[in-house]
């Protein structure tokens, strides 16, 4: 005989591990505050559906696995949300607590609002669609990543990630892909300054690529289809095979390979610490 499901709803929690190892059970329009400030509400919990709630309290789901949480509110109290936690949803959820994510496995966001310094750190298998995220440090060394339509505003993103697609989506950014390996990016608008130092099989695919001093010391570096505006002292030192549509306004000391461009304000071969033999084209 099937065990009968849980139903909670319409309750309130502020008690240390409310609903500890809550298996097979939905949490609906409860609400997770209150003046005992009790922590860790939702944790160890398994197979459970959370809907309609909103969680003022800090570590709400820690070792949480098979879970799914829709339209869920997490304030800026509820700080640390998800960690070490295993294949779960969230959709249309709202994450405005630091270090919202972390140490998790094959998790989906969708349709989410995220405002979370250090989100994202040191996760595997995350897929976001048409969420919008505002970081400092986001996803940092995390693997086998998956975005599409993702608007971002940040600093520091995606710094030593492994095996990323991205496609569709709008960052405006500081120092991204920083040590990154074998991330792809499609159909994207990538602003900021700094892009994709010391990266190593960094693809950009159809990209709009603005700011200072992008892309130098990459090894595989791949542009194919993009456009620049504003980058200025381009590609030093970098291995780079790219096809550029418009100008460049300078490039500087490529290491190798070959770039591509309509026009450049200004190529420079100076004062190099190592050999550059890469090739500056006009088409």
């Known amino acids: 005989m099937s065990k009968e499901k849980i139903i909670i709803e319409g309750l309130r929690y502020d008690e240390e591990r409310a609903l500890y190892n809550l298996c097979g059970a939905e949490v609906k329009n409860c609400v997770f505050a209150g003046l005992a400030d009790g922590e860790s509400a939702l944790k160890e919990c398994r197979n459970i559906e959370v809907e309609n709630c909103t969680f003022s309290l800090r570590y709400p789901l820690w070792h949480a696995e098979s879970f799914t949480v829709s339209d869920c509110a997490m304030d800026e109290s509820a700080r640390a949300a998800l960690w070490y936690c295993k294949s779960g949803v969230l959709d249309g959820c709202t994450l405005g607590g630091i270090k919202a994510l972390r140490e998790c496995n094959e998790i989906v966001l969708n349709g989410c609002k995220i405002i979370s310094p250090e989100f994202g750190w040191r996760c595997r298998n995350i897929l976001l669609d048409g969420c919008e995220a505002q970081s400092e440090y986001f996803m940092f060394e995390s693997e086998n990543l998956t975005f599409k339509n993702v608007k971002f505003t940040g600093k520091y993103s995606f710094q030593y990630v492994k095996n990323a697609v ?118």
């Open 166 to 283: 991205i496609e569709d989506c709008d960052f405006t950014t500081k120092d991204a892909f920083w040590h990154s390996k074998n991330v792809t990016v499609k159909n994207s608008v990538l602003r900021g300054e700094y892009l994709g130092w010391y990266s190593k099989g960094l693809t950009l695919i159809n990209c709009l690529i603005t700011g200072t001093q992008p892309l130098c010391y990459c090894k595989k570096l791949k542009l194919i289809g993009c456009r620049t505006e504003d980058c200025d002292l381009a590609f030093e030192y970098s291995d780079v095979v790219a096809d550029i549509s418009g100008g460049v306004v300078s490039v500087k000391n490529p290491k190798s390979g070959r770039i591509v461009a309509d026009g450049y304000g200004e190529i420079i071969f100076d004062s190099a610490l190592y050999k550059c033999n890469g090739k500056v084209l006009k088409r």
